[in-house]
């Protein structure tokens, strides 16, 4: 985890707001920050969503959560004022990149299946999302551990300042599995002090980017270090024990956050994660 590099400060120089989010996470009804064991994502219907079966059958479990959640999040969006879609992941669809490393071994690198290579890529979920909605505009995925969703905000609010009129919608996702939390105590990564651990987590956040007004302002992006005059101050690390800690953290509590507050400033800060980012709400 050494060697992150933080986000520069990032205000805009016009507002930009946030006009819709959506957020696939664990339930709330969590055992305690105690109890490291993973925390799994509660996985709702996409038949409304994503109506295609085969689409769904072929789609992967962190596939369907991300793409899922970001169709949601533009839901009430016309597909042509969509200006672009910026994603970000830590680790990416490790459950289809294990299937076809099986594979490789049990196959003797013959007679492939190529479904999970093709769906283990970081920018399936954003292709996905383009190619439902017949999107069919700036599109790209960042991948640097907890620095990724920091990178894809400031790309997005770049996109949205550049694209008068239209939205970008931003979003990371990340999931668990047996593999990831078994080499991530191996390496010693998301400790609990000097003997226990975080428990790692999966789930998803997107937000839809508008220069139109709205309710709620994204006022600028920060390091996850920096600290900024606010009454209002919400870490990640307050969520951990429901969400469980991943490398797209701060992208759930953020779509948290917008769900549970109403008034006023809030900081919302990814504290967990190295060269994680923060992010300034301002809400009318």
């Known amino acids: 985890m050494k060697g992150m590099c933080s986000i ?18 664990p339930p709330a009804d969590h055992p305690g920050i105690s109890d490291d064991s993973p925390r799994l994502a509660e996985l709702p219907d996409f038949k409304q969503v ?3 079966a085969n689409l769904r059958r072929r789609m992967g479990r962190l596939l369907r959560i991300a793409v899922g959640c970001g169709l949601t999040a533009i839901e009430n969006v016309d597909s042509a004022d969509v200006a672009g879609i ?58 640097h551990r907890s620095g990724g969703f ?70 600028g992006l920060y390091p996850a270090s920096m600290e900024v005059d606010c009454d209002n101050v919400v870490e990640c690390s307050g969520y951990v ?15 948290l956050v917008l769900s549970e507050y109403h008034c006023g400033r809030v900081f919302v800060r990814d504290d967990v994660n190295e060269g994680g980012a923060a992010v300034l709400l301002d809400f009318n």
């Not at 520069?8 to 996470?25: D, G, K, L």
Request: aromatic letters at 8%; proline letters at 5%.
């Open 50 to 52: 994503i109506t295609n």
């Open 8 to 25: 520069p400060v990032f205000i805009p120089e016009r507002p930009v707001y946030i006009a819709s989010h959506s957020c696939i996470c």
């Open 86 to 143: 910026v994603t970000a992941t830590g680790l990416g669809f490790m459950r289809d990149t294990v299937d076809f490393a099986n594979i490789l071994l049990d196959r003797n690198e013959e007679l492939l299946n190529p479904a999970p290579f093709m769906q283990s890529t970081f920018n399936t979920a954003s292709g996905y999302i383009a190619q439902i909605r017949s999107i069919h505009s700036y599109n790209t995925t960042y991948v």
């Open 150 to 219: 920091g990178a894809a905000l400031l790309d997005s609010l770049m996109l949205c300042l550049s694209n008068p009129g239209k939205g970008v919608l931003a979003g990371a996702f990340d999931e668990v599995t047996p593999e990831v939390d078994l080499l991530r105590r191996r390496l010693g990564v998301w400790r609990n002090g000097a003997d226990g651990f975080l428990p790692a987590g999966e789930g998803t956040g997107f937000i839809y980017l508008t220069d139109s007004e709205c309710s709620v302002r994204l006022v």
């Open 241 to 255: 024990a429901r969400t469980g800690v991943s490398h797209s953290l701060l992208a759930v509590v953020l779509a």
